[in-house]
């Protein structure tokens, strides 16, 4: 795959820092690689484990020439210094719960249209299944790629909550730890025509979260037991910067 823009200058500094690291402190199983589109933009929808697995699903993007843009929560725009590296690495604030929750949508529909690729986690946070098992997931991801009319690739990550179980601070990088990635086929959005309900919005982001799970029983060589989280009704810890 040849990328389809260059690194921005704060992101150069960031691989060229912890690529070194990851090399040597993980080891790496990473597979579905032929699925990945070969041109255009496109978005990708991995699940979200724990705080390290933005960086480490980073260092999978960068291997794969790809620049890494993700979907951010806007108070950590707000964050001094925090802040002004996300814009500088042209990160994407996403606005929940208000007016603005659409403009950011837009910017990744843009960003896509014009070739990026955007990760973007279906979940919106770090799962809250005691076994780490994806959660349901909200609609960003899927009304990303069906208004830009761009495929929509499922990814599971399995090893990062090794490292940092989510919402713990805990952080255990000893004994090296595997990181999985596996790439699924894209989801088919045909179905959904050019103004798709609510209903039928909810009805593919659920085989986007179908799909993900299933890429990671995979790797985990066995399946949920329990009921799949609902994020519409959870409630999450708040971080330190939401707090604030």
Request: hydrophobic share 40%; charged share 25%; proline share 11%.
């Amino acid at each position: 795959m040849s990328r389809t823009r260059p690194l921005p200058p704060v992101l150069r500094v960031v691989v060229w820092v912890l690529r070194p690291l990851f090399m040597v402190v993980t080891k790496r199983d990473w597979r579905g690689d032929e699925h990945l589109p070969t041109s255009g933009g496109f978005v990708l929808a991995p699940n979200h484990l724990s705080y390290i697995d933005p960086f480490l699903f980073g260092h999978w993007l960068v291997d794969h020439d790809i620049p890494p843009r993700f979907l951010v929560k806007d108070p950590l725009f707000a964050v001094p210094v925090i802040g002004r590296l996300l814009r500088r690495a042209e990160q994407i604030p996403v606005y929940r719960g208000t007016g603005a929750a659409a403009d950011s949508l837009r910017a990744a529909i843009d960003a896509v249209e014009s070739g990026s690729i955007v990760a973007i986690y279906p979940e919106g946070t770090m799962t809250r299944d005691p076994a780490a098992w994806p959660m349901s997931g909200r609609d960003g991801a899927v009304r990303t790629a069906h208004a830009a009319g761009v495929p929509l690739v499922p990814v599971a990550q399995w090893g990062p909550q090794e490292i940092m179980w989510p919402y713990r601070r805990e952080f255990r990088p000893f004994p090296r730890k595997t990181i999985h990635v596996r790439v699924g086929a894209p989801i088919d959005l045909s179905d959904l025509g050019e103004s798709p309900t609510q209903e039928q919005i909810h009805a593919a982001t659920e085989r986007l979260m179908d799909e993900i799970t299933a890429l990671q029983a995979q790797i985990r060589g066995e399946s949920p037991t329990t009921p799949r989280i609902d994020v519409r009704t959870l409630k999450k810890p708040k971080t330190r910067y939401e707090e604030s």
